[in-house]
């Protein structure tokens, strides 16, 4: 552990430019340490610097380290205060870290302190405050009067991790065709191979445990589709009763009306046999269901017929006589499951 005691005298006049437009006039003390003389390349260590910070005054610092040919700053400074006969001690942290191997500058900085008037920050002992640094480095502190206390920079070696005994063992690189070539540990190899194999099972196990077991899965695969018939018979009530929603008959579109319910019972008979689908009339096609069913549906016919009337005559029944005829049609589609040739 290395102790300087530095006493910053006062070397720029006012209004000499320092980080920014800054008057120091008094000079301060600070008192600063490295937490090692020798460090290796990558290990972290810390400059703290120490300063007593009168009462009711600011005291400015800043985040982090300028870096440096070999060090940069590692995180940004900590600082810690506790009261001193009514002032403050003021005790900063600068981790820093090391990536070139030799003899490393450590840089320096400035600590500024000025009163406390109208400055907003953390609180430190005897009623002082941390000031913002950005005041410093733009300048808007220009003509106050600051005391300056300067830390100079430092050296630190910064050895290599690699040591004269390692050396002297016979450490050195391998050879590029160790990458590829015979120098391999073929045991190594070997265990990996076989881990390797282990956990591909392993895994293999798994995913075979987590599937469906297929005796159970070809039953479903192998269900009969939906009934077709049921779907249609289904699908004819619904148009029904979609028709008989949209009051065509209640607004003078009689015609509309038989013409629309009387299709959707053509479309359904006509999936009754393959040869009843070809040109032929309602008259015709109800002449056939008529032979197939023994006649056993004459409400049905009757309101087909009517149907064929209204769409080609001039027939048009009340809304209570067209809805009593959509009626007949649909009941015998949905008596037809039972009654289907």
Do not use: C
């Amino acid at each position: 552990m290395r102790r300087v005691l530095v006493f910053a005298l006062v070397a720029a006049p006012a209004g000499a430019q320092v980080a920014a437009p800054v008057t120091a006039q008094v000079a301060a003390e600070a008192l600063a340490t490295l937490s090692a003389d020798t460090i290796g390349l990558g290990d972290v260590f810390q400059l703290s610097v120490a300063v007593e910070v009168p009462a009711g005054s600011a005291v400015y610092f800043p985040d982090t380290l300028a870096t440096a040919f070999a060090l940069e700053s590692f995180r940004p400074v900590t600082w810690s205060a506790e009261s001193a006969g009514g002032a403050a001690l003021l005790t900063l942290t600068y981790p820093l870290i090391a990536f070139r191997v030799g003899l490393a500058p450590v840089p320096g900085l400035d600590v500024y302190i000025g009163p406390a008037a109208d400055v907003r920050g953390d609180r430190l002992p005897g009623g002082s405050v941390v000031g913002s640094w950005r005041d410093i480095e733009t300048g808007a502190l220009a003509g106050a009067s600051l005391r300056r206390a300067a830390v100079p920079r430092r050296e630190v070696w910064v050895a290599s991790i690699i040591v004269l005994e390692d050396i002297a063992s016979g450490l050195e690189p391998r050879p590029p065709a160790d990458v590829f070539g015979p120098g391999w540990n073929r045991l190594a190899i070997a265990t990996m191979l076989a881990l390797s194999v282990l956990l591909l099972v392993v895994v293999r196990s798994v995913v075979v445990s987590l599937m469906p077991d297929r005796q159970t899965a070809e039953p479903l695969d192998s269900a009969p589709p939906p009934d077709s018939d049921l779907a249609r018979w289904q699908e004819a009530l619904d148009e029904l009763d979609r028709i008989l929603a949209l009051g065509l008959h209640t607004e003078g579109r009689t015609d509309e009306f038989y013409g629309r319910s009387s299709a959707v019972v053509r479309t359904f008979v006509e999936g009754f046999d393959a040869d009843w689908r070809s040109s032929l009339t309602s008259s015709e096609l109800m002449g056939r269901l008529e032979a197939s069913t023994n006649g056993s549906a004459l409400d049905l016919y009757a309101s087909m017929r009517t149907a064929e009337i209204v769409k080609f005559g001039r027939l048009r029944p009340d809304a209570s006589t067209a809805e009593s005829h959509w009626r007949d049609l649909r009941t015998w589609v949905r008596a037809s499951r039972s009654v289907e040739p």
